[in-house]
């Protein structure tokens, strides 16, 4: 029989995490998250430069960056089977050895000169990435439905120093090795996935049931749910967005004549911006729910698009980086504590894997376009292309709210089969 949400409040009472194992898993996670969020930095600060160094043809200057997104699609599914089967830390530790391989190639890839090493590299880049992006999740497990999107929003905002320990980690080592520009940051990078690694070693998460080993109710059945399908979509247009712009952003200054050092600082306050919101948006997830933080987050995307058609003066780019990324941890942050509404406990890691693929999958499609669409067009052409999935994420959203007694309904007529 498949399990109802009655079941799952009871499973959540069963495998309820002491106060203290509570706190120990938030702050060890929001550590990791900075950690590792300093090795994707790192990876989009120097991704498209080092790729118009290293590539063949200037078309494929983004190509390494799309490869980081392609990681991170096609490694969320087999991280989900290995937290389902063996536990969430096996998982987290698997990214991490993903980690230190990104730095590694990378920095030999500098040394020999490889274009096709570096994209491997940062294949792995993107495995770590998609790992990384469960901690959000592993935050709430064990942990009273009430208080689970201050949870997942508090490890969220170990990005905030991820934003600073990134930059300046490019900053301070990109010219320690003065013969190959960047070898001796991807050598810090994998030193720093290293000690992310040992920093996991101690989180303590319920070990995995057979009913979650089982993963309960077909995913068919759940996907058809309405909440899933809005909360993934905007989940999906709220990171694609981010990374179609972000990606594109840094080569964009460098056409228009603004230096490496102007690029970096913008990258930190966009990825500052990005996370910094996390240690109140569970608060006000929490009051005034999920679809209206969702949605202002859809809203300041849009502004941050308008800011950036305002001009391609250095302003114009930090404030449209730095909107950008407070309009996705609210629109990302919304979604994911949406998505924690439709699924039981058993389901949640199919369900969560299922998720980030989806937003995954379609962040690869932007990534691709993102540098070919600036290098074919130029950068006003990349802005305006982003109001279109903007408006398909917010018209679902709207249809969401306008329809709201059946879009519960619905919801939970499908819990019960």
């Given at each position: 029989m498949a399990t109802t949400m009655n079941d799952n409040q009871i499973q959540l009472e069963e495998f309820e995490l002491t106060e203290r194992d509570q706190r120990n898993n938030v702050w060890r996670l929001?550590?990791?998250?900075a950690l590792a969020g300093a090795n994707s930095v790192v990876v989009y600060a120097t991704g498209a430069i080092v790729g118009s160094m290293l590539a063949p043809t200037p078309l494929l200057a983004t190509l390494p960056i799309s490869i980081f997104v392609v990681g991170m699609a096609a490694c969320i599914l087999p991280a989900g089977a290995i937290a389902r089967r063996h536990g969430r830390r096996a998982a987290f530790l698997s990214g991490t050895v993903a980690g230190v391989l990104v730095g590694l190639l990378s920095m030999v890839a500098m040394i020999i000169g490889s274009f096709w090493l570096f994209c491997l590299g940062t294949f792995f880049g993107g495995a770590y990435a998609a790992v990384v992006l469960s901690f959000r999740f592993a935050a709430a497990d064990g942990v009273a439905p009430k208080r689970r999107a201050r949870a997942l929003s508090l490890v969220m905002g170990g990005g905030v120093a991820a934003g600073i320990v990134g930059t300046q980690l490019v900053t301070?080592?990109?010219?320690?090795?003065?013969?190959?520009?960047?070898?001796?940051?991807?050598?810090?990078?994998?030193?720093?996935?290293?000690?992310?690694?040992?920093?996991?070693?101690?989180?303590?998460?319920?070990?995995?049931s057979a009913a979650e080993i089982s993963g309960g109710r077909p995913l068919a059945i759940i996907i058809r749910q309405p909440i899933f399908i809005v909360s993934a979509t905007c989940g999906a247009v709220s990171y694609m967005l981010m990374n179609f712009l972000m990606t594109a952003a840094p080569l964009a200054m460098h056409m228009n004549g603004h230096s490496h050092a102007n690029s970096n600082l913008g990258l930190q306050w966009h990825v500052i911006a990005m996370y910094a919101p996390s240690f109140f948006t569970g608060k006000?997830?929490?009051?005034?729910?999920?679809?209206?933080?969702?949605?202002?987050?859809?809203?300041?995307?849009?502004?941050?698009?308008?800011?950036?058609?305002?001009?391609?003066?250095?302003?114009?780019?930090?404030?449209?980086?730095?909107?950008?990324?407070?309009?996705?941890?609210?629109?990302?942050?919304?979604?994911?504590?949406?998505?924690?509404?439709?699924?039981?406990?058993?389901?949640?890691?199919?369900?969560?894997?299922?998720?980030?693929?989806?937003i995954f999958g379609l962040m690869a499609v932007g990534s691709f376009s993102s540098g070919g669409i600036l290098g074919a067009y130029g950068w006003s052409s990349v802005l305006w292309i982003s109001f279109a999935p903007l408006m398909l994420a917010i018209f679902a959203l709207l249809f969401s709210q306008l329809f709201g007694p059946l879009f519960r309904s619905c919801a939970t007529s499908l819990r019960k089969e």
């Amino acid at each position: 029989m498949a399990t109802t949400m009655n079941d799952n409040q009871i499973q959540l009472e069963e495998f309820e995490l002491t106060e203290r194992d509570q706190r120990n898993n938030v702050w060890r996670l929001a550590i990791a998250q900075a950690l590792a969020g300093a090795n994707s930095v790192v990876v989009y600060a120097t991704g498209a430069i080092v790729g118009s160094m290293l590539a063949p043809t200037p078309l494929l200057a983004t190509l390494p960056i799309s490869i980081f997104v392609v990681g991170m699609a096609a490694c969320i599914l087999p991280a989900g089977a290995i937290a389902r089967r063996h536990g969430r830390r096996a998982a987290f530790l698997s990214g991490t050895v993903a980690g230190v391989l990104v730095g590694l190639l990378s920095m030999v890839a500098m040394i020999i000169g490889s274009f096709w090493l570096f994209c491997l590299g940062t294949f792995f880049g993107g495995a770590y990435a998609a790992v990384v992006l469960s901690f959000r999740f592993a935050a709430a497990d064990g942990v009273a439905p009430k208080r689970r999107a201050r949870a997942l929003s508090l490890v969220m905002g170990g990005g905030v120093a991820a934003g600073i320990v990134g930059t300046q980690l490019v900053t301070f080592t990109m010219e320690l090795w003065p013969t190959y520009l960047y070898a001796a940051t991807f050598l810090v990078q994998a030193l720093v996935a290293a000690i992310s690694a040992v920093v996991l070693m101690g989180v303590r998460l319920p070990k995995p049931s057979a009913a979650e080993i089982s993963g309960g109710r077909p995913l068919a059945i759940i996907i058809r749910q309405p909440i899933f399908i809005v909360s993934a979509t905007c989940g999906a247009v709220s990171y694609m967005l981010m990374n179609f712009l972000m990606t594109a952003a840094p080569l964009a200054m460098h056409m228009n004549g603004h230096s490496h050092a102007n690029s970096n600082l913008g990258l930190q306050w966009h990825v500052i911006a990005m996370y910094a919101p996390s240690f109140f948006t569970g608060k006000l997830i929490a009051r005034f729910g999920t679809a209206r933080i969702t949605a202002l987050g859809l809203l300041l995307i849009g502004i941050s698009t308008a800011v950036g058609l305002g001009g391609v003066d250095v302003p114009h780019f930090w404030w449209m980086l730095i909107l950008l990324g407070i309009g996705w941890n609210f629109g990302f942050l919304g979604a994911s504590a949406w998505l924690l509404e439709c699924h039981t406990f058993a389901e949640k890691t199919q369900v969560q894997s299922l998720n980030d693929f989806i937003i995954f999958g379609l962040m690869a499609v932007g990534s691709f376009s993102s540098g070919g669409i600036l290098g074919a067009y130029g950068w006003s052409s990349v802005l305006w292309i982003s109001f279109a999935p903007l408006m398909l994420a917010i018209f679902a959203l709207l249809f969401s709210q306008l329809f709201g007694p059946l879009f519960r309904s619905c919801a939970t007529s499908l819990r019960k089969e």
